[in-house]
């Protein structure tokens, strides 16, 4: 299958900065996706990666690394309402769906 | 505008039963998606549609799934013969290309 790995829950404080990893395999890769999931809410795009580096857009940043198989989200100046599961989804070659991984809860202390 | 709204957002079944779960897509949104999300896990891919063509229905758990979108509008997923393994939260995602997906707030289906 084409599993998608990311850590199941973090915790950090207020103010400060978190790094969420997401690895996968990288055969057939084509695009990986951010989204943001609060509790019994919808998920809601954060970012898109395709190519590698780093994207930023405000107080988030998504980097990729295609030979790694890597990504990972940055969130800087945690707020509280930044405790939500964050979900990396990749899309592969030959198909529209998207693979998502379990998620990562975080949990943002004041 | 409008988002993705679906239809019922919870919904109670007994074992056996059928039921259908709708989706309305954003308007002019090709590309509809039907995911299936278990507690505290990822969104898994059920199937797809462009228009009304279901061009992938890959993730479709058994013949007792049935998704259909006769109009390349609103979407249906029927589950015939509920079982206990069915409940979870079905969501429905429209696009209006292949770089984001805007979801619904899904269908909380539990089986007892």
């Known amino acids: 299958g084409q599993n998608i790995d990311q850590p199941t829950e973090m915790t950090a404080t207020e103010g400060a900065i978190v790094q969420i990893n997401c690895t996968y395999q990288t055969s057939g890769f084509n695009g990986l996706f951010w989204y943001q999931q609060h509790a019994g809410e919808a998920p809601t795009f954060l970012s898109y990666?395709?190519?590698?580096g780093l994207e930023e857009k405000g107080r988030f940043s998504s980097f990729l690394s295609r030979s790694k198989g890597y990504s990972y989200l940055l969130l800087k100046e945690l707020q509280m309402k930044d405790s939500a599961s964050y979900l990396c989804a990749v899309r592969f070659e030959g198909g529209q769906n998207f693979v998502f991984g379990p998620g990562t809860r975080l949990s943002v202390l004041p | 505008g409008a988002g993705v709204s679906q239809s019922p957002r919870y919904k109670v079944a007994k074992r056996g039963q059928d039921v259908a779960l709708r989706c309305d897509p954003i308007?002019?949104?090709?590309?509809l998606f039907w995911y299936q999300q278990a507690l505290g896990q990822g969104p898994e891919f059920l199937t797809y549609?462009?228009?009304?063509?279901?061009?992938?229905k890959s993730g479709l758990p058994s013949d007792r799934f049935f998704a259909e979108r006769p109009e390349g509008s609103v979407s249906t997923l029927k589950i015939q013969r509920t079982q206990q393994e069915d409940s979870a939260v079905y969501l429905c995602?429209?696009?209006?290309?292949?770089?984001?997906?805007?979801f619904g707030p899904g269908t909380r289906l539990t089986v007892t």
């Open positions: 308007s002019g949104h090709v590309s």
């Open positions: 549609f462009q228009n009304e063509a279901q061009l992938d």
């Open positions: 990666n395709v190519l590698d």
């Open positions: 995602a429209s696009s209006p290309s292949a770089y984001e997906q805007y």
